[in-house]
T-cell receptor, first 113, second 110 residues
Framework: DTAVSQTPKYLVTQMGNDKSIKCEQN?????MYWYKQDSKKFLKIMFS???????INETVPNRFSPKSPDKAHLNLHINSLELGDSAVYFC????????????FGQGTRLTVV | GDSVTQMEGPVTLSEEAFLTINCTYT??????LFWYVQYPGEGLQLLLKATKADDKGSNKGFEATYRKETTSFHLEKGSVQVSDSAVYFCALSRQDDMRFGAGTRLTVKP
């Protein structure tokens, strides 16, 4: 049983396309996150949702639109993909309480050509 | 805003060497502090955590102590193994917000 699952694992697409990455967690957590990891492994928070409500939007271009249909899902839709969007995107979930950890998915490697 | 600063890598050690990876943080209030590890091709896994000042987190021979006076949470291990080769991330957490350092790549050679 995968706790946090993302699909697809790999995504190769052309510039200008629109794509989505799906994330689901079965841990019963209220908080979900999206992180972007660049080629140097730097991990930057993009969004945080608590119970379907947006909590953090960290200066992400508005081409990126998260969608949370319920608290177990947080999908990431990206419009008009650019070369600089190439990265590994990680979904994570947690209780959203200060002293508890986040659980990460396996990541989605997005390559824009 | 809150932030985490880690020592830059990469770090290369021989097996059984002593490891220290420095981590300092900037935050108001009292965040919780974490170390995560990322093995090649995988997501991040929690290694250890500490939730208040002077707490020591430990796991798999790794340790880190939450030092409020120096705003630090340095990761240490007395004797590293080849299997410890990975990228290590320091992180701090508040409610609904978890911030990571830049990551430090560790390579352990036999």
């Amino acid at each position: 049983d995968t706790a946090v699952s993302q699909t697809p694992k790999y995504l190769v697409t052309q510039m200008g396309n629109d794509k989505s990455i799906k994330c689901e967690q079965n841990l019963g957590h209220d908080t979900m996150y999206w992180y972007k990891q660049d080629s140097k492994k730097f991990l930057k928070i993009m969004f945080s949702y608590n119970n379907k409500e947006l909590i953090i939007n960290e200066t992400v271009p508005n081409r990126f639109s998260p969608k949370s249909p319920d608290k177990a899902h947080l999908n990431l839709h990206i419009n008009s993909l650019e070369l600089g969007d190439s990265a590994v995107y990680f979904c994570a979930s947690g209780l959203g309480v200060r002293h508890t950890e986040a659980f990460f998915g396996q990541g989605t490697r997005l390559t824009v050509v | 805003g809150d932030s985490v600063t880690q020592m830059e890598g990469p770090v290369t050690l021989s097996e059984e060497a002593f490891l220290t990876i420095n981590c300092t943080y900037t935050a108001t209030g009292y965040p919780s502090l974490f170390w995560y590890v990322q093995y090649p091709g995988e997501g991040l896994q929690l290694l250890l955590k500490a939730t208040k000042a002077d707490d020591k987190g430990s796991n798999k021979g790794f340790e880190a102590t939450y030092r409020k006076e120096t705003t630090s949470f340095h990761l240490e291990k007395g004797s590293v193994q080849v299997s410890d080769s990975a990228v290590y991330f320091c992180a701090l957490s508040r409610q609904d917000d978890m911030r990571f350092g830049a990551g430090t790549r560790l390579t352990v050679k036999p």
